[in-house]
């Protein structure tokens, strides 16, 4: 299977750098291929703006769904959108590997959201080309990230308790380019974590991961 691992922190040494290098070491035991995108590693540009197109439709002013749809259609977006794309079109699998930060994900991994989950490429809500319609339909998504909270926190919002769609508005935003969510991971109380839960934690994760 082809896995693409979207990665968000930015620290190497911390427990989301460790989670990735085990998914990435686990998956490649199970032989797997793996590409990864490391956001802070590689200074991922955390706005979305005119220089995301190198041909814009209408140069006087910018309207992002108007721009991303004609990029989409005349190959003319910036080459690090379009490196992210073919990401995203070899994969199988996309798991995001980040931390819960003030209740939702790092700013700049919602950066990619916006720049790269475009319109014209991953969906066409003005066609109705989103959701089990959508462009990316056919590709599975997975979340797998810490949080300082606990899990009751998380769970009592989640109607039936469905571990894939732990994270609402980041689930609804996949599922609306058609991915298919998996199951979440979480590791909650990341901050107090003893050395016992921690490898707790690893080892459930490399069970989730074998099972891919």
């Not at 291929?33 to 197109?53: E, P, V």
């Not at 606990?150 to 039936?160: L, M, P, V």
Request: hydrophobic residues 40%.
């Amino acid at each position: 299977m082809n896995i693409f691992i979207v990665y968000c922190h930015p620290e190497p040494k911390s427990l989301n750098g460790a989670l990735k290098d085990m998914a990435v070491m686990t998956l490649k035991e199970n032989r797997h291929q793996i590409k990864i995108s490391d956001l802070y590693g590689m200074k991922f540009k955390a706005t979305l703006d005119r220089d995301d197109f190198l041909q814009m439709e209408n140069p006087e002013r910018l309207m992002p769904v108007t721009e991303q749809f004609n990029a989409a259609k005349t190959n003319t977006f910036s080459s690090d959108i379009k490196e992210e794309m073919k990401k995203i079109e070899w994969a199988d699998l996309i798991i995001f590997q980040f931390p819960i930060w003030y209740e939702t994900m790092p700013a700049l991994l919602k950066a990619w959201f916006e720049r790269i989950l475009a319109h014209g490429f991953a969906h066409n809500m003005l066609e109705g080309k989103i959701n089990e319609q959508g462009f990316l339909k056919g590709k599975k998504a997975m979340l797998s990230f810490t949080s300082g909270g606990d899990k009751e926190s998380f769970y009592k919002e989640i109607e039936g308790g469905d571990g894939t769609n732990l994270l609402p508005p980041i689930s609804k935003a996949l599922r609306f380019t058609g991915l298919e969510m998996m199951e979440a991971f979480a590791v909650f109380n990341s901050m107090q974590l003893s050395e016992d839960d921690a490898k707790k934690c690893f080892d459930e994760y490399k069970m989730v991961l074998n099972n891919i």
